[in-house]
C-alpha cells in the first residue's frame, strides 16, 4: 500500500499530524533515483501565541507561508549553515507547522538480500540526505514537486510514541516546557547517523496494514 499525503492530511491540528507523520514516508526524487525516509522523529509549531515559533513574530516575509495553507513546505536556515524542512498544517490563516526532525532510510545491499536500515538523526542531517533546500519553500508536497509523504502502511502503536520537549527552545518561557517533540522509541538509543538502528526494546515492532 503505497497512498501519497494531501491536504485533508495536513488541514488538521498539528499536534495530530506531528503524532501521525511517524511511521510515513518522506520521498524525495532527484532524476530518475527516488529517496525514501521513513520519519521517526517530529515537533509540532502551534500557532502566533507558541513562543517557540516564528510565527510568534507576527506575518513577516519567512512566516508567510506558515500563514497559508496546509500541505506546503516551510523551508528555512539556520545557524547559517543548515536547512530546516517543516510541513504546514491546519486552516489557512492560523500559523501552524510540524519540522521533521529524523527518519530511517531502509535499502538492500548488492551482496545479500538482508534489508539494512540507517538512521538519519536530526533535522539538518535529513535535508542534507534528502537535497532539500531553499527552492522547496513554499512548495506543495507532491509528486510533481520532487518531495511528498506517503503513507506505506506502517502501524505505530501510541505506547511506542515518546512525546518530550522540543530541541533547542529554551528562549521560549513555559512553551519550552511544552510536550510537543514526537518520537517512534524504537529508533531513540541510535547514538550515530550511520549506526545500524537497532530496537529500543524487544517488543518495540512494526506492523503493516495491507
Known amino acids: 500500500m503505497r497512498k501519497v499525503l494531501g491536504k485533508i492530511f495536513f488541514n ?3 499536534l495530530t499530524v506531528a503524532q501521525e507523520l511517524l511511521g510515513k514516508f518522506l520521498v524525495r526524487k532527484i532524476g530518475t533515483k527516488t529517496i525514501a525516509v521513513m520519519i521517526t522523529e517530529t515537533e509540532a509549531y502551534d500557532g502566533p501565541h507558541d513562543k517557540a515559533s516564528h510565527a510568534s513574530r507576527g506575518l513577516t516575509p519567512r512566516t508567510k507561508v506558515m500563514f497559508g495553507e496546509a500541505g506546503r513546505f516551510y523551508v528555512y536556515f539556520t545557524y547559517g549553515m543548515h536547512w530546516m524542512l517543516n510541513i504546514v498544517t491546519g486552516p489557512k490563516g492560523y500559523p501552524a507547522a510540524v519540522l521533521i526532525r529524523s527518519g530511517v532510510t531502509y535499502h538492500s545491499p548488492l551482496i545479500t538480500s538482508k534489508l539494512i536500515s540507517k ?3 536530526g533535522p539538518a ?3 542534507k540526505y534528502l537535497h532539500v533546500g531553499k527552492s522547496f519553500n513554499g512548495k ?8 511528498w509523504f506517503e503513507n506505506r502502511g506502517v502501524c505505530i502503536n501510541k505506547k511506542d510514541i515518546l512525546a518530550g520537549k522540543r530541541i533547542g527552545v529554551d528562549y521560549a518561557g513555559a512553551w519550552a516546557k511544552k510536550l510537543y517533540n514526537f518520537r517512534f522509541i524504537c529508533y531513540t538509543t541510535v547514538s550515530s547517523w550511520h549506526a545500524r538502528v537497532r530496537n529500543a526494546s524487544k517488543s518495540c515492532k512494526l506492523s503493516f496494514h495491507s
Open 140 to 147: 506543495i508536497a507532491a509528486r510533481k514537486t520532487g518531495l
Open 119 to 121: 538512521l538519519i538523526r
Open 125 to 127: 542531517r535529513l535535508t
Open 12 to 14: 488538521r491540528p498539528t
